[in-house]
Structures are given as structure tokens and as C-alpha cells.
């Protein structure tokens, strides 16, 4: 996929093939995000709390959880997530490779300038 703003991404990971690049899905191309983060855990720790993502955003839970509060813990023997399953409030797990790809696709209705642009972590 072509890129046209990258952040805290190296020229090589820019170029990269990433799977969500073979989604199919119909996005604007002439603005496409790529947008990178360093995070100090092994992809089994960082994997467990994408997954608690089922219960909460992480975010302003006043704003984006109708007042309800993210777990502060991990949920344990919490149901792996499966393509299908909502994420967040706006999103849709598109596709997802246990601690290698997670990606997640913005509800039709929710954005009409992001919609169907695929998120990748």
C-alpha cells in the first residue's frame, strides 16, 4: 500500500507488505496513514492486553466507554478475539495472527473520512 504520512517509521517499514494490505477493502488511497510505536513487552504480553481491548478502549472511558471503566487488570481466561468481533466502540477485527498481526477495520458508519481504513497493530 502506498504511504503518504508516515510517523515514527523507519523509510524500510514503509515499504513493507503488511496483511492488511490483501484485505480487499476499498479505502482512499491518496491518504494513507502509517503510524509506528515502540513497545517494551514480548508480543505474548503485548497480545494478551490487545485482546482485553474486547472489554474497553484504554482511552477517555468518559468519552469513548459511556462511562464505563477499562479493566485496570488483565481478564484472565478471557476468549481470544476473532475476526468478526467488534473492537473498541468503532472498529471490527479483520484479521488476526496470534503475536504477529492484529487488524482492525473502522465501522462503515462511524467515520466518512476513515471508513474502511484498515488499522494494523
Known amino acids: ?4 504520512h508516515a510517523t515514527w517509521v523507519t523509510e524500510e517499514e514503509q515499504h513493507m507488505v503488511f496483511p492488511c494490505d490483501d484485505l ?4 482512499d488511497q491518496s491518504y494513507s496513514l502509517l503510524r509506528g ?7 505474548e504480553i503485548l497480545y494478551k492486553w490487545l ?5 474497553g478502549p484504554y482511552s477517555y472511558d468518559w468519552l469513548d466507554n459511556p462511562g464505563r471503566r477499562s479493566p485496570q487488570y488483565l481478564v484472565e481466561d478471557s476468549p481470544s478475539m476473532k475476526p468478526g468481533k467488534p473492537v473498541i466502540e468503532m472498529f ?5 495472527e496470534l503475536n ?3 487488524t482492525a477495520v473502522m465501522k462503515p ?3 466518512r473520512d476513515l471508513r474502511n481504513a484498515p488499522l494494523l497493530i
Open 24 to 27: 480487499g477493502i476499498d479505502f
Open 109 to 111: 458508519n462511524f467515520s
Open 100 to 102: 504477529r498481526h492484529f
Open 1 to 4: 500500500m502506498p504511504v503518504s
Open 37 to 43: 510505536i515502540s513497545v517494551n513487552a514480548s508480543p
Open 92 to 96: 471490527t477485527l479483520a484479521s488476526i
Open 51 to 55: 485482546n482485553q481491548l474486547q472489554y
